[in-house]
């Protein structure tokens, strides 16, 4: 493993400038911008699953910054500092975020700011299967001239072009998909006829129709459980006889066996940066057996991976572990509870004095009654604030007048709260 260097002033603090360990590669102006906030830059981009628990256990790191490489309950549970995972790009499919929740440590990411270069691989992928440019190049490196093989192509304009998912990536794909004069569809689970029209695209309401009526087909879906397998036989048996399928989200997304069946029987093309089966790191061996298919070409998961993208990717990087460090809060949070135990709002105007809400939580402590969550608002001057604060049941008469007996609490109303599905 590299030797980390601890680099950039030190914040003045009490607890000390933040300690940040960098586990995959971070563009130059993120590393420099961490550095001026005052932090500790610990960086080593050649970190991987086995290696990162240890590195996490050694270094102590206030915050883990992670691209690709996993991001277990072991690494997590290593160190007890650790209080924030901010993952370089959108996808956290590869962080425990259960075992980040259980010990209270922030899960964030970056979404969008690599949508961009996403898409400009997709459309690569999309003319390449088109006309059929590794085969081409392929040829020439071996001396042989096949103009009459390769002047068949089908060509884009006038096509339709199917998008699965339409979320930031799936947009700039439809965007460009437009500039080729395609015709644009999209389906999404939660996509409505309004919002596919807002964005320029056709409304699919079934994923089936879409796979019926697409001469291509572009995956952008986000990675979760539900997209397991989401192009299976039945999707890949409905569409067009040499249709072209581009994936650039995560390779379990494809029933991979159903997809080389398909290539093999029914003329699909096929256009993959990502892989059921890719090597942990960024270097190996590369096993997959789709990519052995004769109609599938691929790349290196690579979408995200360009200049532009590397260096927006850490701007917002930095922008997250600013808001932290600063403000205590996470843009782009993705384990805060969408809904807690609450059934009581507790609001509390008081004079902006120490001891007043300690007084508070010792009287609903001492009844236990549990805050799920709370907020304090103070007031222009700082004379006054507003604690709202949100109880799992409610406080009785008694123990409302004993809160009341704080000389600075000057008013308190309880209210329900109505349960979130």
């Known amino acids: 493993m590299t030797a980390f260097a601890s680099q950039g002033p030190s914040a003045p603090s009490a607890a000390g400038p933040a300690k940040v360990l960098v586990c995959d590669p971070l563009a130059k102006n993120g590393l420099d911008a ?14 991987a699953e086995g290696t990162l628990p240890r590195a996490v256990k050694d270094t102590s790191p206030d915050v883990l910054i992670t691209g690709t490489t996993p991001v277990t309950a072991e690494a997590i549970e290593a160190c007890p500092r650790l209080a924030m995972i901010v993952v370089a790009g959108t996808s956290t499919e590869h962080v425990d975020v259960a ?7 922030f899960v964030a990411n970056c979404p969008g700011r690599n949508a961009t270069a996403v898409a400009e691989l997709a459309w690569a992928l999309i003319l390449a299967c088109d006309r059929r440019l590794p085969e081409q190049v392929e040829a020439l490196r071996a001396g042989l001239w096949r103009q009459r093989e390769f002047a068949n192509a089908a060509g884009l304009h006038g096509r339709t072009l199917g998008i699965v998912g339409l979320g930031q990536v799936g947009q700039e794909i439809a ?9 644009v569809i999209a389906w999404s689970r939660n996509l409505t006829e309004e919002k596919a029209v807002e964005h320029g695209c056709g409304f699919c309401g079934s994923l089936i129709n879409l796979a019926k009526l697409s001469d291509v087909v572009s995956i952008s879906v986000g990675g979760a459980e539900d997209t397991d397998n989401l192009v299976n036989e039945k999707f890949l048996s409905v569409l067009k006889p040499g249709a072209i399928l581009v994936n ?9 066996a159903a997809l080389a069946a398909a290539v093999r029987t029914r003329g699909l093309r096929a256009g993959l940066d990502v892989w059921a089966h890719e090597p942990e790191g960024h270097e190996g061996t590369f096993t997959d057996p789709l990519a052995r ?8 998961h690579v979408g995200a991976l360009t200049e532009q993208a ?32 609450a059934t009581n709002m507790l609001s509390v105007r008081h004079i902006n004095r120490p001891g007043v809400l300690a007084h508070v939580f010792e009287v609903l402590g001492r009844a236990s009654i549990n805050v799920e969550e709370m907020e304090n608002i ?30 600075n609490i000057l008013s308190m109303t309880l209210g329900t709260i109505a349960r979130r599905m």
């Open 34 to 47: 961490l550095r001026g906030l005052g932090c500790i830059v610990m960086n080593d981009p050649e970190l």
């Open 99 to 105: 075992a980040a929740s259980r010990r209270g440590i």
């Open 175 to 183: 965007s460009i998909g437009r500039a080729f004069g395609m015709d």
């Open 248 to 256: 650039t989200s995560r390779g379990g997304v494809i029933d991979q």
């Open 293 to 300: 298919e004769h109609g599938v070409i691929g790349t290196h």
């Open 310 to 341: 590397q260096r927006a990717v850490a701007d917002e990087v930095v922008r997250v572990v600013r808001a932290w460090a600063e403000r205590g809060h996470v843009p782009h949070c993705v384990n805060r509870a969408v809904a807690t135990p």
């Open 378 to 407: 103070v007031y222009a001057g700082g004379e006054a604030g507003l604690a709202r604060i949100q109880l799992d049941k409610a406080p009785t008469e008694d123990q409302l007048a004993e809160i009341r007996t704080n000389a």
